[in-house]
Each structure stands twice: as structure tokens, then as C-alpha cells.
């Protein structure tokens, strides 16, 4: 790019795009300038005219055509010149064409002159040797520049061809325009200027230009004045933004993080009132076994004494009753009444109170302020660093919003409790979130608490910013693992993948662990297997049969398994085939992944899956779902846990399926999670999560080990833009590669880590 206030050069004009038409891509042709500056041939102009406007195609600035059509607008005598400068540097070939004399014809009366070794600037002629020798000697051609013909058509005097170089009149050809109409503002030949415009003022255009460059030279001060001020605009706009899209991250990490400790503090509270009630049933059960054996002690006694009472009565003769009666009465009146039976006591019986802000359906446990950015020169004066302000100028303006806010406590005017005070309340509050009455009430701690207890400061958004549009996620799956907890992404790095003998711009088609915390990356566009480090340390490459463009791409136990094209192969590391397959030729692509074992290879063929061993032999082919689904399926990326099963992206179903090594089906999702998108590429952790790409959105999202959604994990937030694919490295480090041949790496942490 030229600077500003240096003077572009001729080269440049003519070997650059300068002289190609926007509109149809070739070199103009009657160059017509819209009041836009603009320049574009005059039959293209005329194709897009509707309306008596035309719609500039670059700057979209709407122009109106002129009464007598597109041919009014003004003629490009700039571009004009250029190009008859091109045209003649390219008029014939010295090795083919043959160019000849332009004066042979006219002096010696033959029909072809002899062989062209010189060219007058001032004519635009080819000459021989002997008629340049004497075109120099002449009277009225001597002051003419004659240089080599070579050196003309090499570009060597293009310069002097410019400075000798006359714009032609459109009206009159062979004439060269001489003058400036100063009420017309038209440029005129010397016969335009004896006919209609004899009477008006004219200058020579020498003379036109003296006086009219200082104010062009002017206003072109002021453009470029205006250029530095835009440009510093620019680069303050993209400073705005990359600090909007880093606090957004760092938002996001704290939504995450307060939404852990939520769900943290729930689940703790959960099982701590879940203890309560057991400990106050196995109480209650206690006391009300050993009433009852007493009642059953009792009770016994006291049938057994009437049933002897009864016996007595009924079979006893006289004598025996009267001898009897005064035992029998006695036992009789200790029984009525019951006075040694335990007393039955009330049972307390538990009652479950929920917070009111669980019922409210308003209430938001996060929410997020936006306020606006402060300048470069308000932060440095006030001494606002970039990871969210200065702690003391925030208590010095009466306390900022922090970005996320939970619980139920209500705010004091002054704003949210400090970093002190909310560790004086924490222990307050655990004491209170198990008070008398079995009463269930939710955490009132910060949000924003960062792991290992500590609070965080408040911080402000960085940035002016709207509403962000974005699809929510549907509610989370209910099959999570035993803390409830899902694992989150921690970044690494992240590293360009063109390398400096790359030829075209990485694309990106495939990824897989390749050995101790390394990855090979398959770049179609170059073809090439590329060797990174997870820091993106580049260590060389694995060499592939000539012609081959790897697209996916899995490794072995000591080999390479890569598909390309309509073929399967397997490579050493040092790039000597050990075997290919052939594949169906109606797939563009085919997905190639690992078994656990190492010693598998899987690769996906329309809507099946087949799996080779090491020799090359098929072990296995299914399709997912068993032959009920022949023809239904088309399985783009493919995948193996580390419990030997696949996960497949089916573009058919537009579906993610969980299928065993037999095809049996295990899961498959086809919810609103996707948003419409198809399902990208698939990779699984060491505990079984999935982590499906959602390309159109830019999003990851997780999977359990059945197929259903559990939420988010990579958003747009944690700069992914268009992920191609991703793979998993030492079950807890995703890859990334994005469309702009850029790879991401984060580091899965799991809840229990």
C-alpha cells in the first residue's frame, strides 16, 4: 500500500489491478469516471443502469445517470493513457510476431518493412536500424527520443513513453488535445478550438494545470489530514473491540464460575438437608421401636391374662371360680388402665420451604451491567488497569455494578458488598443456610468467587456495547455426572499452521494426537501432514505419496492412516505406503478415526462404517442402526471413545449418533441444541463427554456418553470463528482448527480435578 503523501508509481499502475474493471474483470474499455471516482468501462456501467441510477459496486453510492446516458459521464483520459501505453508495449512479439518498421513502407514503397530494432517515443513508431539512424539525423525528427526495442517492450521507458505520451480528442482521432475550455471545462484539440469554442477562453493545459494543482494539492491535504484522524478511529475501534471480546471472555468464564458455585453450594445444601432428614427419621424410628416393643409387651400380658380369665369362667366349676376370683381380680384391675404402657409422642413432621426467589419467575440469580468505556487518557489519569479497573477509583465513584451479580441479598445504594465484608458475611451466611424448621434456602454468595474461595474484585465492561443477539441453549440434559457439574475450558494457546514453504493458505480437514503431546494436522490445500507441539512448535512433516491431499487423518500404533479422495492409506511415519483401499466414489470425504486399541483403523463410507486392521484386511462393517437404516444415514465425521464405541455426525438425520462396535445404537440426538446447524466434527474426552462442533454458530457443545446435551463449552466468547474440526489429546487437551488455518487449545478441567 502506498503510503500517504508519496507519489504512487508508474509500475505499480500498470502491473496492479489498476486498469482491470471491477465489474467484468478485465481491462477497460471506454473508461468512464463516476462523480465517485470510480472507474468502470462504459458497457458495464450501461448493463447495471436501472432507474435512471446506478449503484456504485464499491462504495454502494447511488448515482444518477446523466439525460443522454451512461456515455455522458466523464471519459478517464488518465486510465486511457495507461492503457495505450500497455497496448503499445504489448503490440506483437519479438519471438513470434516479428515486429516491423513503421517507415520502410513509406520510403521505399514496399508493402512490409524490414524487422523493427528501435522505437521513437515521440512518434509511437517501430523502426529499422537504418531508418532510426536516420529519423536522429533529420531536420524536424532529431530531437526525438529513439530508444531499443527491447528495452521499450521490457518497461525500461515507460516513464519518458508517459512524459511524450498525448491525450487524443474522441471527436477528431489523430489529433491531441491542447486546450482547457475554461466556461465549458472541456478539453479540446485544435479543432475543437476553432470551431465551437472559438469564441470562449482557453488556456493551454500546461497553463490549466499551473493554476488549478495548488488547489487540488490542497484539497488532497486535507483528504489525507482526514485519512490519519479515520485510520486512528480505525485503530481505536478494533482496540475497542479486542477489549470488548476479552472482558466478554472473562464474563463468560465468571457466569461459568458463578454458575458452578450456584450449583456447587445447591448440591452441598441439598445433601446436607437430605442428612437432617435421615438423621430425624432414623430418631423418630429409634423412639417409636422401643415404644412399641413395650406395647407389644404389654399387650401380650394382657391377652394372656383374659384369655385365662375367660378358660376360667367358662370351664371352671364353682369352687374353682370363687378360689380364683380374688387373683384373677387383682391381675384384672392391674391391666385396665395401662398405667406402665409408654405414652405415644407426637412426630415432628418435616416441612420443605423454598427460597421465594426459586418460585419467582423474574428473579435472575445472574445479570449482567454494561457501562460505558472510559478513554485511554480518563484510564491512565485514573489509573484504571485493563483487567477491569482500579479497585479504589471503583469505591471512589461509589461502588461500580459488577458485571455479574447472584444471590437474593438485596443491593445497598452504594452498590455490591467489597472483597472484605463478603468474606466477614460467609461464614454468617453458612450458618444460616441450615437453620431450625428444615427450611431450604439458597447460597447467598458472590458470583463471581474465583476457585479456592477468593472473591472477585468488581471490574467494569470494557467497551460500549448493545445487547448481544444470541440463540439461547436449551436447558441442560439430565444425565450429568455424580457432581452435577460440567467440565470447563481453560486456554492454552493458540498458533498459525502456514508454514513458510506453504503455497496457499492452510485448509485445514483433519486432526489427531501423534505421539507424547503433539498433533498431526492434515492441510488439504497444501498437502501436506503437518507435526505441531500442543505450544505450536512446528516439527516437521509426514511425507505423503506424490498427488495425495490428505483429508482426514488418524494414528496408529506405528503408522498413519489418512483418507484422500476415493482412497483409504496407511503410511509409516516416514511416509512409505504400507496399503491403500478404495472407497465409494459418491462421498467428497471421508472420515478416517482410531481405534483405542491402536491397532484399528475406522473410516466412514456413506452410510456405513468399515474397520481395517493393520494388514489392510476389513474386520468389521455395520451401519449404525442395522440395515433398517441402509440408504437413510451419510456419516461426515467420525469418531472412537475410549470404550471402543463410535460417535458419528449424520448429515442425513442431521443427528449425532452413540452406536457399539456392532452398529447397536446407543443414543442419538436430534434436539434443538443443534439450532438448526448440521452437525461438524466430534471429538470424546477420557470420560466419554462428546464435544460436538456447530460450525454455523460458532459453537462446541457437550455430549454425555448416550447422545443427550448437557450445554455449551466453547462459544464465540472464547474466539472460535468457523471451527472446521477439532480432536482430543491425552483425553483433557481439545483442539481447535479454525477456517483461517489458526488452531485453539484448551485444556478440559473436570470437576473433580
Not at 478 to 494: E, H, K, M, Q, T
Request: glycine residues 10%; proline residues 7%.
Amino acid at each position: 500500500m502506498v503510503s500517504q503523501g508519496s507519489a504512487p508509481s508508474l509500475l505499480e499502475a500498470l502491473s496492479s489491478d489498476f486498469l482491470a474493471c471491477k465489474i467484468c474483470l478485465e481491462q477497460l474499455h471506454s473508461p468512464k469516471t463516476l462523480p465517485c471516482l470510480h472507474t468502470y468501462c462504459q458497457d458495464c456501467l450501461a448493463q447495471l443502469a436501472e432507474g435512471g441510477h446506478i449503484r456504485c459496486p464499491e462504495c454502494r453510492e447511488t448515482v444518477p445517470v446523466p439525460p443522454t446516458g451512461v456515455a455522458a459521464f466523464k471519459t478517464n483520459f488518465f486510465v486511457n493513457g495507461l492503457l495505450d501505453l500497455v497496448k503499445a508495449r504489448a503490440c506483437g512479439d519479438l519471438h513470434a510476431g516479428k515486429p516491423t518498421c513503421a517507415l520502410c513502407p513509406l520510403v521505399g514503397g514496399t508493402s512490409t518493412g524490414g524487422p523493427a530494432t528501435a522505437r521513437c517515443l515521440d512518434c509511437a513508431d517501430d523502426l529499422c536500424q537504418a531508418c532510426a539512424d536516420g529519423h536522429r539525423c533529420t531536420r524536424q525528427t532529431h530531437s526525438h527520443r529513439v530508444v531499443d526495442l527491447v528495452g521499450y517492450r521490457a518497461g525500461w521507458y515507460d516513464e519518458e513513453a508517459r512524459e511524450r505520451q498525448a491525450a487524443q480528442c474522441p471527436q477528431h482521432p489523430g489529433e491531441a488535445l491542447r486546450f482547457l475550455c475554461q466556461p465549458c471545462a472541456q478539453l479540446l484539440c485544435r479543432e475543437c478550438r476553432l470551431d465551437p469554442h472559438l469564441d470562449h477562453p482557453c488556456l493551454p493545459l500546461a497553463e490549466a494545470v499551473r493554476a488549478r494543482r495548488p488547489g487540488l494539492e490542497e484539497l488532497l491535504a486535507g483528504v489525507d489530514s482526514n485519512l490519519v484522524e479515520l485510520e486512528a478511529m480505525r485503530g481505536m475501534e478494533k482496540e475497542a473491540l479486542a477489549r470488548l471480546r476479552e472482558q466478554a471472555a472473562r464474563v463468560g468464564t465468571q457466569v461459568e464460575e458463578a454458575a458452578e458455585g450456584v450449583l456447587r453450594a445447591l448440591l452441598a445444601q441439598k445433601q446436607e438437608v437430605l442428612g437432617q432428614l435421615r438423621a430425624h427419621v432414623e430418631a423418630a424410628e429409634e423412639a417409636a421401636r422401643e415404644r412399641l416393643a413395650k406395647l407389644e409387651s404389654r399387650e401380650q400380658m394382657a391377652r394372656a391374662a383374659a384369655a385365662f380369665a375367660r378358660r376360667v369362667l367358662s370351664l371352671g366349676r364353682e369352687a374353682e371360680i370363687l378360689s380364683l376370683e380374688g387373683a384373677i381380680a387383682q391381675r384384672l384391675q392391674q391391666l385396665q388402665g395401662c398405667p406402665g404402657a409408654p405414652q405415644p409422642s407426637p412426630h415432628l413432621l418435616p416441612q420443605l420451604e423454598l427460597h421465594p426467589g426459586l418460585l419467582d419467575k423474574g428473579c435472575h440469580l445472574l445479570r449482567l451491567s454494561f457501562e460505558e468505556q472510559l478513554p485511554e487518557d480518563d484510564h491512565g489519569k485514573h489509573g484504571v488497569d485493563t483487567q477491569g479497573g482500579d479497585r479504589s477509583q471503583g469505591q471512589r465513584e461509589g461502588g461500580a455494578k459488577p458485571e455479574v451479580q447472584t444471590g437474593f441479598q438485596p443491593q445497598s445504594r452504594d452498590g455490591t458488598p467489597t472483597p472484605k465484608e463478603e468474606k466477614a458475611q460467609a461464614p454468617q451466611q453458612e450458618r444460616a443456610q441450615t437453620p431450625k424448621g428444615n427450611k431450604l434456602q439458597l447460597p447467598q454468595e458472590n458470583a463471581g468467587a474465583q476457585r479456592g474461595g477468593r472473591p472477585n474484585k468488581n471490574r467494569k465492561v470494557k467497551g460500549r456495547c448493545k445487547s448481544a443477539s444470541r440463540e439461547p441453549s436449551p436447558a441442560l440434559g439430565p444425565v450429568l455426572d455424580d457432581a452435577g457439574l460440567l467440565p470447563r475450558p481453560i486456554f492454552s494457546c493458540s498458533f498459525p499452521t502456514r508454514m513458510p514453504g506453504d503455497k496457499r493458505s492452510p485448509r485445514i480437514t483433519g486432526l489427531c494426537p501423534f505421539g507424547l503431546r503433539e498433533i498431526l494436522v492434515a492441510d488439504e490445500q497444501n498437502r501436506a501432514l503437518k507435526r505441531f507441539s500442543l505450544n505450536g512448535d512446528y516439527k516437521g512433516a509426514v511425507p505423503v505419496p506424490e498427488g495425495c491431499s490428505p483429508c482426514s487423518v488418524a494414528a496408529l500404533q506405528s503408522a498413519v492412516a489418512f483418507s484422500a479422495g476415493a482412497r483409504l492409506y496407511l503410511i509409516s511415519p516416514e511416509g512409505q505406503v504400507q496399503w491403500r483401499r478404495a472407497l465409494s466414489l459418491f462421498q467428497a470425504s471421508h472420515a478416517v478415526a482410531a481405534m483405542p486399541s491402536g491397532d484399528r483403523v475406522a473410516v466412514s463410507v456413506a452410510g456405513h462404517v468399515e474397520v481395517y486392521n493393520m494388514e489392510g484386511s476389513l474386520a468389521t462393517r455395520f451401519i449404525p442402526g442395522g440395515k433398517a437404516h441402509r440408504g437413510q444415514r451419510a456419516l461426515v465425521f467420525l469418531t472412537a471413545t475410549p470404550q471402543g464405541n463410535f460417535v458419528c455426525s449424520d448429515w442425513q438425520q442431521n443427528s449425532v449418533v452413540v452406536c457399539d462396535g456392532l452398529g447397536q445404537v446407543i443414543g442419538e440426538y436430534q434436539g434443538p441444541g443443534l439450532h438448526g446447524c448440521q452437525p461438524g466434527s466430534v471429538s470424546v474426552d477420557k470420560k466419554g463427554y462428546i464435544f460436538l462442533t456447530l460450525r454455523e454458530i460458532n459453537k462446541v457443545v457437550i455430549l454425555d456418553q448416550k447422545g443427550s446435551l448437557l450445554g455449551d463449552f466453547l462459544t464465540a466468547y472464547h474466539g472460535l470463528e468457523k471451527p472446521r474440526v477439532t480432536t482430543m489429546v491425552d483425553g483433557k487437551y481439545l483442539v481447535v482448527s479454525l477456517s483461517n488455518g489458526t488452531i485453539h487449545v484448551f485444556r478440559v478441567r473436570f470437576p473433580d480435578s
